[in-house]
């Protein structure tokens, strides 16, 4: 990844040995249960990683509760594989997870300094030693639960020794700046070595916490406040999505049916911790502007790529869910996710479907890193320098409890697809119904397509690595007549095509930077059996260029196929 970064910042001939050698530093902020809508409350992050990086305005979490997310984020594999299935014993916790084989492990292999502040996996400090630094990290400074969820109060053991912070509720002790100031320092420390760093930063907000607030609603948790935030959203009223407080949830499961309405006064609750929640949050955008600031002080902001996200979404009365997370509907499981540093193009946005399950192989794709698990996700980095790339997936969802899982699914570009243990499924058509408000589970006239996707989900659940990944069965060929081509798309999955655009990449000359990915297209086609003649537009003869057939199908899905060819002499 590093000489395709260098590749596309210069040209060959100016490009130095040591630089195409260089390895980032890498920093990954994550929140706690936060909404991609909530991103509104924090312009700092937008404007300093989104428009100066990209962002990924369809990330998802395979497992929307807190550990599982985490420890896909320190493995790259889904739920299944890393074991860790509830925030607790038995299936899940921080002793759950096989510490020996995962991110930090491989990241000092390959050379970093890695290094940890704030939360992690629920349960640590609780159902291990409190005073257990985690094998693979340089420098510790993880929260001991349960004082995690205190914003004041809160122990840290501090690579070995533990400490307790903010106990009388000093306005400076507040969480989130002291992870902040805490990540300034490490930066500050370690940016004199010309060795790499990776370094976590886990905040609480807007996840719910001590103290309790004299404005807190009644039986509803909210966040604690920086008291220079207090208020600052009391004016803003809950956005109400059309699935808030569903009218008519006869198509759902039982669970769900058996859910009563959302009074009014349970509503105003609702929306009083909805506007501590976003305050909770202009903290958390303070600290990503003073880390980037800590990072530029020490001269490694150009040279650290730096990854925002949250461990899962969060429900805000959608579906009559007043709270919580752990369901396979969009605001349990859509995430913010922004990316900026080195061979990440400023204001680049991508719509293709990502998932946590990316987050690892794009930091072992940045440090050349290499796993000791396989990895279910693949790189950003190939979207960032493919635009139009469609990798044909689909996205495993899972769920559970303390008991292990309890509901799987899969989420295309239209359909998403729920099987529960109960014996209960859902099927939503997310283009027609984003909000997943009728289930069409049992329309006869789906059932071919309701079969499908169930064969697909029953291979998910038991996916590892490539098979994770699985595309359409679908292939590219490209037959030459005389001085001209004509392409076809063909395969065991070619009745489902509903439109290809065929597509052509010339190859650039030798010595000039190439452009990212840049094609033009060439003929498009939206009737069986998908076959055209491709134009050659600007392709010199004799030269090579890129065929490329971006396949839609009726099933949800989107794939690219890409074939290498040269035009003929004459």
Known sequence: MRARIALAAVTLLAL???????????????????????????????????????????????????????????????????????????AGGYTRMDRSNWLPVWLQAAGYRTMHVGKFLNGYGRLSLPTEVPQGFSDWHGTIDPSTYSFYGYTVNENGTLRTYGA??????????????????????AAPSRQPFFMSVAFVAPHTGLPAEPDDPRGHATPAVAPRHANAFSS?????????????????????????????????????????????LLAVDDAVESILGALRAAGELDDTLILFTSDNGFFHGEHRVPTGKLLAYEPSIRLPLYMRGPGVPAGAVRRQLVTNADLAPTILDAADARPGRPQDGRSLFDLLEDPGAQWGRELLIEGGTDQGLTFTGLRNYRWKYIEHTSGEVELYDLERDPDELVS?????????????????????????ARGCRARPLLRLDAARRQCRFVAAVRGADARQVERV???????????????????????????????????LGGVLPGRRFLLRAKVRLGDGRSVTIDERRRACDA
């Open 16 to 90: 130095a040995p040591a630089a195409a050698e260089a390895k980032p530093n890498i920093v990954v902020l994550m929140t706690d249960d936060q909404t991609v809508t909530s991103m509104y409350a924090m312009p700092k992050t937008r404007e300093l990683l989104g428009d100066r990086g990209a962002t990924f305005t369809r990330s998802f979490a395979s497992y929307a509760l807190c550990c599982p997310s985490r420890a896909t984020l320190y493995t790259g594999q889904y739920a299944h594989n890393h074991g860790v299935l509830s925030n607790g014993p038995p």
């Open 168 to 189: 009388a509720g000093e306005p400076e002790f507040y969480s989130t700046d002291f992870f902040a100031r805490r990540a300034n320092e490490l930066i500050a420390a």
């Open 236 to 280: 803003v009223a809950l956005p109400l999505a059309p699935s808030w407080n569903e009218a008519d949830v006869s198509d759902k499961p039982v669970a769900i049916q058996r859910r009563p309405p959302i009074s009014a006064a349970r509503a105003a609750a609702i929306q009083e911790g909805y506007q501590q929640r976003l305050e909770s």
């Open 440 to 464: 069409l589970h049992a329309d006869p006239a789906l059932a071919e397509l309701r079969g499908n996707m169930a064969t697909r989900l029953a291979a998910l659940r038991a996916c590892v």
């Open 501 to 535: 655009d065929f597509l052509i990449r010339r190859r650039p000359r030798l010595g000039v930077a190439p452009q990212i990915a840049s094609f033009r297209r060439s003929a498009a086609d939206a009737t069986a059996p998908f076959r055209k003649p491709v134009r």
